[in-house]
């Protein structure tokens, strides 16, 4: 009998010694500050919070175990309750939630894992906030730095656009001169004022022609706050329009194909725009480069529009002397180039990244030589 009395006490000295040995290890996972942490029961009872997490939310110490989650309902600042994110753990037990929060200057990131029995019933929930502002500072520099690169080259890009524009202008302005200088001698002598009229007249269309000049080109990096419906006719018009004179320079034949309609999308015309003078400015510089070292070479620019279901398909071909094939994987990334000092290393870059952040589709190349042929998809 006094032995088993014996064994008895070792056994209860023995599960005393694990039970203050797992308090003590308790005590010390609250009071590590690696992240704030709290377990709630099924009913969304709190039974354990440790000191970061108070700290983090403000919340008073040692005097929220027992407390109910919906007691901590506007901790995070946004507009979700402690309470609904805990009824969407609880009814989607397979799930996991977070949100991120501010607290003055620095950004919290908030988990909520379920927590589960054997039988995969939701028994808790396991809270975890973790310090993410070094994280999100970064994001905000990437994005920043992003649209800095994207400034730059529309800054480039309206360069060429002022070439456009002189040699748009020349002409015009050269045939107004004239005009102008032949209905002064005409109204003075006879007949003059049938061939007057008809002066006055061709004066008035190529004003009008330098109006849509003006047109486009206020409008084609005008900032688009928010997707609108748009016909894709009408932005490679605009595209086109621009571009056309750039090519005729160079003696490059434009062409442009499209498939029947209709051609409406909805999204950010100008960042497509962006895409497509890009990609048409590199076909130009790589055609230019190879017409003056090929004899009878006759270059060209072919756009097509086409569509399924489900997208829009533009391609851009050239038959300048394409990609090579070590250089293949390389094409989208920032700083690469095949154009030496000439050139920046951004173009391609930049529409990819155009295409990840504001447009809901894809850029890709779809042949690397004979010919070189960029495709660009576009959601419905």
């Given amino acids: 009998m006094a032995f088993f ?3 008895a006490f070792a056994a ?3 599960a ?3 039970f203050y040995k797992n308090k003590h290890l308790l005590n010390l996972f609250a009071k590590n500050p690696i992240g704030g942490l709290v377990i709630a029961d099924k009913a969304g009872n709190i039974a354990f919070i440790n000191k ?3 700290k983090i939310f403000g919340l008073k110490f040692k005097a929220n175990i027992g407390k109910n989650l919906k007691d901590l309902s506007d901790i995070f600042c ?4 402690t309470q609904s994110i805990f009824a969407q753990v609880a009814g989607s037990p397979n799930k996991s939630f977070s949100l991120t929060s501010k607290k003055g200057k620095l950004f919290y990131k908030t988990e909520f894992l379920p927590l589960l029995d054997k039988q995969g019933l939701f028994e808790g929930v396991f809270i975890m906030s973790h310090d993410i502002t070094h994280e999100v500072n970064l994001e905000q520099n990437k994005q920043k730095q992003e649209q800095i690169l994207l400034q730059n080259s529309k800054m480039a890009a309206l360069g060429e656009m002022i070439s456009v524009i002189s040699h748009q202008y020349k002409q015009p302005l050269n045939t107004l001169l004239l005009l102008a200088s032949d209905t002064h001698e005409l109204l003075s002598g006879k007949n003059g004022d049938k ?5 006055i007249e061709n004066i008035r269309m190529n004003v009008e022609l330098m109006n849509e000049t003006i047109d486009v080109f206020r409008d084609f990096y005008k900032e688009d706050f928010c997707e609108k419906e748009f016909d894709l006719i009408d932005v ?7 571009c056309r004179p750039q090519l005729q320079v160079k003696n490059i034949e434009l062409r442009f194909t499209y498939d029947d309609g209709p051609h409406e999308i909805k999204g950010y015309a100008n960042y497509i725009k962006h895409v497509l003078m890009n990609l048409i400015t590199n076909a130009k510089d790589e055609l230019a480069k190879k017409a003056k070292s090929t004899d009878n070479f006759i270059p060209y620019v072919e756009i097509n529009l086409r569509q399924d279901e489900k997208k829009f398909i533009v391609t851009i071909e050239d038959n300048a002397n394409g990609v090579d094939s070590e250089l293949l994987d390389k094409i989208f990334e920032p700083f690469f180039t095949t154009k030496g000092d000439d050139g920046t290393g951004m173009g391609l870059y930049l529409c990819k990244l155009i295409f990840e952040k504001k447009l809901r589709g894809d850029i890709r190349l779809a042949n690397a030589k004979n010919p070189t042929k960029f495709e660009i998809e576009l959601l419905k």
């Fill in 52 to 54: 970061e997490f108070e």
């Fill in 78 to 81: 946004t507009n979700q309750t």
């Fill in 195 to 199: 061939m007057a009229l008809k002066n």
């Fill in 12 to 14: 209860l000295y023995v």
């Fill in 236 to 242: 490679l018009d605009d595209v086109l329009y621009i």
């Fill in 5 to 7: 009395g014996i064994c």
């Fill in 16 to 18: 005393q010694r694990k």
